[in-house]
Each structure stands twice: as structure tokens, then as C-alpha cells.
């Protein structure tokens, strides 16, 4: 039986569209498929596994997938926030989907430090980073954890700050915020476990990765 690599990626969202297209310039076509989880390659032993992104460190942790494509942003957050994921590796940046997880502060409170947060409300999606960042300097915070449109929270009265992602800056703008620090600069990234891997997934994997480093290469 020959085997064939399980990819991760997003089904939709920021990273999919960048995810597939990677995959295309290394010179893997995807058949159109029915089923909206699985979509095999025509010409390459491998079979995405199409999910939601915050899914996929604990698909390939828990053995359902191989490798995955990830933001850098959501495999820390799960690794400040659960030691089992420290189990799990970045194999290849892969240079698309690039951000930064800053702290933001409404522009009028004059606030330049994270030191002028102390004893202050940071609301955010990334509690176990965030928590983790201020606990490291020493300053003491309440984290209000929220899913979604985080940078609202300063207009709505329920938090004095943000703990965000920003690539353009136009959202922070457009809610009267600024970025005082930056905890972690991010990108998609290929991840899989440090071990418990077949060889014969490791070698489709490492064919497939000559292949993207190529195309990163050319696009220097
Ligand atoms: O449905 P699913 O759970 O799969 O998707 P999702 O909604 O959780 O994620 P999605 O598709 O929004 O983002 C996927 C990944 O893209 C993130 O985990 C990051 O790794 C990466 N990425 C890159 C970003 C951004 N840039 C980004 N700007 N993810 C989110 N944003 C948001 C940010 O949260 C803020 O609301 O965009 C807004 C800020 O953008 P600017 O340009 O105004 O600064
Ligand atoms: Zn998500």
C-alpha cells in the first residue's frame, strides 16, 4: 500500500488562499473534490485535510494529520497554554500571512510602556500569551478573554487595552488605538510532531519541503 502525507490547512480564512497557493507554485494540483474535508493531490502523495486553523496543532498532535499550515500566532498560544503542545514543531516558515500579536492602547490615554498598564483590563484572544507576557515583566493585569472584534473592547468600557494582531495598522486606527509593544512577530508556518512520524510520510514531506523552499527562494 503506497502511503500518502496528510496535510492540514484552512478550509477558509487569511491562510487558505495562500496555503493552496504555495502548494500550486511547488507544482501540486488538486483534483475538484466532493467532500469538504479531504481533497487529494492529482500528481503527489498527499491529501489535504481541509479544517478550521485553530483545529489543526491538535490534528497533527493527536495523529489525524501528518504536518499542518499554521499561523505562528495560534500554535504559541496554545503552546503558553498547555504544555503537550511543546510536543509540536515548526519544520518551515513559510513566508505568507506575516503579523504581529501587538499591545494597543487608545490613543488619548497617553499610554507609551507596558509598564503604564499595570492593574488595568487587556482584552484580547490570545489570553495564555498575553498573561504570559505581562506575568514575565512583572506587571500585574486582568485578561479578558473575547473570540472576536477585540478592538472594540476599549469603546465598549470593558477593557483598558488590547492584546491583537495587526498587519496593516488600519484597524487600530480606525478604533482611535496605537501599539506600545509587539509580543510576537508571526507567520505561517509548516508544523509537526517532534516525534511518532512515519518515514514514509517524512519522505513525501521532505520532497514536498525541497520543493517549497524553491519556490520561497525564487521569491526572495
Ligand atoms: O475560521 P477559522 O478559525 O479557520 O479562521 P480565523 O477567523 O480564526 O482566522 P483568520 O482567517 O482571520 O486568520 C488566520 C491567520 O491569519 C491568523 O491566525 C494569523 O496567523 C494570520 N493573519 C495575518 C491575521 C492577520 N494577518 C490579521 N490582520 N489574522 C487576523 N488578522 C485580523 C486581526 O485580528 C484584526 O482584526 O485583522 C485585523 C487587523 O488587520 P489590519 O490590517 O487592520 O492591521
Ligand atoms: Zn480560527
Request: hydrophobic share 45%; aromatic share 4%; charged share 25%.
Amino acid at each position: 500500500m503506497s502511503e500518502r502525507m496528510r496535510l492540514a490547512i484552512q478550509s477558509k480564512g487569511r491562510l487558505a488562499d495562500g496555503s493552496l497557493e504555495l502548494l500550486g507554485k511547488a507544482g501540486v494540483r488538486f483534483n475538484n473534490s466532493r467532500d469538504a474535508l479531504w481533497r487529494p493531490a492529482a500528481n503527489f502523495d498527499l491529501d489535504l485535510m481541509l479544517v478550521r486553523d485553530d483545529d489543526i496543532p491538535g490534528l497533527v498532535l493527536g495523529g489525524a494529520a501528518d504536518y499542518g499550515i499554521v499561523g505562528e500566532n495560534v500554535l504559541a498560544e496554545l503552546q503558553a497554554g498547555d504544555p503537550r503542545f511543546s510536543e509540536l514543531e515548526i519544520v518551515l516558515p513559510l513566508e505568507f500571512a506575516s503579523c504581529r500579536l501587538d499591545v494597543a492602547t487608545p490613543v488619548a490615554r497617553g499610554w507609551s510602556s507596558l509598564t503604564d498598564l499595570d492593574g488595568q483590563r487587556i482584552a484580547t484572544s490570545y489570553p495564555a500569551l498575553t498573561r504570559a507576557a505581562f506575568k514575565d515583566a512583572g506587571i500585574d493585569v486582568e485578561i479578558i478573554s473575547m473570540n472576536g472584534s477585540v478592538e472594540v473592547a476599549p469603546r465598549l468600557g470593558i477593557a483598558d487595552a488590547i492584546c491583537d494582531l495587526v498587519s496593516s495598522g488600519a484597524t487600530l486606527k480606525a478604533n482611535n488605538l496605537a501599539s506600545i509593544a509587539t509580543l510576537l512577530e508571526s507567520q505561517a508556518v509548516l508544523i509537526r510532531p517532534k516525534s511518532g512520524r512515519t518515514s514514509a510520510t517524512d519522505r513525501i514531506a521532505e520532497t514536498l519541503m525541497d520543493r517549497l523552499r524553491g519556490v520561497l527562494a525564487s521569491a526572495q
